[in-house]
Nanobody, 117 residues
Framework: QVQLVESGGGLVQAGGSLRLSCAASGAINGFGPMAWYRQAPGKQRELAATITRDGTTTYSDSVMGRFIISRDNYRDTVDLRMNSLMPEDTAVYYC???????????WGRGTQVTVSS
């Protein structure tokens, strides 16, 4: 059974940086699109960044220019480098990936990011 596991969350001061990582466990023949979502307290889950298998990226307006998504197709991992963090970036961050051949969608359990002012 494939599982996605996030790591790297924590508490950081405004202006600081964090790097989130997501790794897949279990048998998988690679992923197509991968993404990071986030859900702030009392708000709906929103898309933060996406990356295709060939490395094409998209970002939400709220993180554009501050966050960088990257992936390693051989290791089936996806990272999110977050710079210039603001208190409004406080959220649980979720890894998302679509299996390359079956198109099954997988989610991680999330990692908490808290940005203090």
């Amino acid at each position: 059974q494939v599982q996605l596991v996030e790591s790297g969350g924590g508490l950081v001061q405004a202006g600081g940086s964090l790097r989130l990582s997501c790794a897949a466990s279990g048998a998988i023949n690679g992923f197509g699109p991968m993404a990071w979502y986030r859900q702030a307290p009392g708000k709906q889950r929103e898309l933060a960044a996406t990356i295709t298998r060939d490395g094409t990226t998209t970002y939400s307006d709220s993180v554009m220019g501050r966050f960088i998504i990257s992936r390693d197709n051989y290791r089936d991992t996806v990272d999110l480098r977050m710079n210039s963090l603001m208190p409004e970036d406080t959220a649980v961050y979720y890894c998302n990936a679509v299996a390359r051949w079956s198109q099954q969608v997988y989610w991680g359990r999330g990692t908490q990011v808290t940005v203090s002012s």
